[in-house]
């Protein structure tokens, strides 16, 4: 319906465009939104206050001019009004909000499926996280929004690919293997030496248990069984990532691998055509980039003194990989501690000639759990943070999927576990989800009366006039336009806050049927029965179809 709104709009001003009407121009960016007082109509615009600049003239005089020259050919606007210094607000009529409700009811689980995208490919890259340990909150945090971005975007039309980059050519895993093959050592001799940076956690113990049956590392000279402990060390961990992953209900087309990025030469390919273009130098034993005047605030090392590559010389490569596969945008969900390296792999890429714009990276800002009223900062398994897994354990996958989108990706979030066990209205998942089986109740106490749902109604204005019922056809109106804005924000936690909206409405709408029997979906009234069924069917449709989006399940019953 807002996008509809938005056509009448546009082919309005154009149309006063040409006739000299208004001033022709470039017509700012503006909103329609749904007013918060329901007697200010259904939709409101600041078109006119945004064109007040470019024409000249107070916004009340643009607004009159675009009321009187309203180009509705489809007969969508009952009326339209100007309010305060220049807002028009705009009533639809009631036959169209009963289209409304005939469409959701036809397109079901399609019901907000466009094709916004036109077909663009998009790759996520997302989670990436390094082959050395469990997945801890932050992963989790990165994978909820990354999978829930890929499903959206895919849902509106674009050409989305999965993608999972593995940093296993770093010290990190030979770090990984010292670590597991000092813990093997000390099965026996407790006092043999840990490495000073390794990895802590009982999960290194039981990969020095699992590899030793693999292998017997006694045998083998010490740097052939770190190297080995290295090896199967990141290869258990990866499994396990992947299998938390899958748990998770998160999946990627493609696991790309820096150590294949190595040793298939396009590292070595990548700065020798870098070089050729003159942004290549040597310095203090190192091979510099020139990335200052490509907005950098100074050069990077790309090649240590000791002939290591650095992580920056592997990302160039990964990143030129990515649009040589022809994606024309492509989006990274980082850490936050990543935030200064985000100009750094932009200023690279202009120096190919690529837009900065081509690449968004989303930050992550840290979750902090809480339970009992008391942080908990230490993990059994992990040692030195709680991991995904143990999440889940705790509370399942729908809340931590939940909870982890409740928020900006650039929020530090509180997951509050007591919460999220509550099974009453002050869970949010709980709250949402519980409007879908509450929905689903609804048509089993209708089926047990014997009473079938015909179809969405004819007429709505004899049959659904309560503002409550109203306001929830207005939200449902508006989860196609919510999710084209998702796809140009990249801001999939705003799904969760219309769900949230849209399941208060309806358990409000519930609740007064409690209170005054002729407010009850099933009356004594067959005509308003039909309605109301066809109300509560378009509700639990745009909740299934949201919870979806998110990789969340919508129960029956609960």
Not at 449 to 476: F, N, T
Request: hydrophobic share 40%; charged share 25%.
């Amino acid at each position: 319906m807002k996008n509809r709104m938005n056509a009448i709009l546009t082919a309005t001003i154009n149309d006063c465009f040409e006739r000299g009407i208004l001033s022709r121009t470039s017509i700012p960016p503006y909103v329609i939104e749904i007013p918060n007082n329901p007697a200010h109509g259904h939709f409101a615009t600041n078109v006119s206050m945004v064109l007040a600049s470019s024409q000249r003239r107070r916004p009340t005089d643009i607004a009159k001019t675009i009321i009187d020259n309203l180009k509705d050919d489809q007969h969508l606007l009952e009326s339209a009004d100007i309010a305060g210094p220049g807002f028009i607000n705009f009533r639809i009529r009631a036959t169209e909000w009963c289209g409304l409700l005939t469409e959701i009811g036809n397109l079901k689980a399609e019901y907000g499926r466009n094709d916004a995208g036109k077909g663009e490919k998009v790759l996520v890259e997302f989670v990436s996280a390094n082959p050395t340990g469990p997945l801890h909150l932050g992963h989790g945090r990165g994978a909820a929004l990354g999978d829930t971005l890929c499903r959206i975007l895919a849902f509106c039309g674009y050409d989305v690919a999965r993608e999972f980059y593995i940093n296993d050519a770093g010290a990190q895993v030979r770090l990984l293997g010292e670590s597991v093959y000092s813990r093997f050592r000390q099965i026996k001799n407790p006092h043999y030496p840990f490495p000073e940076n390794g990895y802590h956690g009982d999960y290194i113990l039981d990969l020095a248990i699992a590899i030793s049956q693999k292998m017997d590392l006694n045998k083998l000279p010490e740097e052939e069984a770190i190297a080995f402990c290295a090896q199967k060390g990141k290869e258990m961990m990866l499994q396990e990532i992947k299998a938390d992953l899958s748990r998770f209900r998160v999946v990627f087309d493609t696991w790309s691998s820096e150590t294949d990025l190595h040793q298939s030469g396009l590292l070595h390919d990548t700065l020798e055509m870098i070089r050729e273009d003159g942004y290549l130098y040597e310095k203090d034993g190192a091979t510099w980039l020139r990335t200052s005047p490509f907005g950098d605030d100074k050069d990077r090392v790309i090649r240590k003194k000791d002939g290591e590559f650095t992580y920056f010389a592997s990302d160039i490569a990964y990143h030129l990989q990515k649009c040589g596969k022809g994606f024309t945008r492509a989006v990274n969900i980082w850490g936050a501690d990543h935030h200064g390296y985000v100009p750094r792999i932009k200023a690279a890429l202009s120096a190919h000639g690529i837009s900065p714009n081509w690449l968004s990276v989303l930050l992550i800002q840290l979750v902090k759990l809480w339970e009992g009223g008391q942080e908990i900062r230490m993990s059994k398994r992990a040692g030195s943070f709680v991991t995904l897994r143990e999440l889940m354990d705790a509370v399942g996958e729908d809340a931590v999927r939940f909870v982890f989108l409740m928020k900006n990706h650039d929020s530090p979030l509180d997951f509050d576990m007591d919460l999220v066990k509550k099974r009453d209205s002050d869970n949010p998942v709980y709250y949402v989800q519980y409007a879908h089986a509450r929905a689903c109740s609804i048509f089993r106490k209708a089926e047990a009366e014997g009473i079938l749902m015909a179809g969405a109604p004819v007429d709505l204005s004899g049959g659904l006039i309560l503002e409550e019922e109203l306001a929830m056809i207005r939200a449902m109106a508006d989860f196609p336009s919510l999710l084209m804005e998702i796809c140009a924000t990249l801001e999939p936690h705003r799904l969760t806050y219309y769900l949230t909206d849209l399941a208060a409405l309806f358990h409000r709408y519930f609740n007064l049927g409690t209170k005054v029997p002729e407010y009850r979906v099933v009356t004594a009234d067959a005509a308003l029965t039909q309605a109301r069924l066809a109300l509560v069917e378009g509700v639990r449709t745009v909740i299934a179809n949201g919870l979806r989006l998110l990789g969340i399940d919508a129960p029956e019953k609960m």
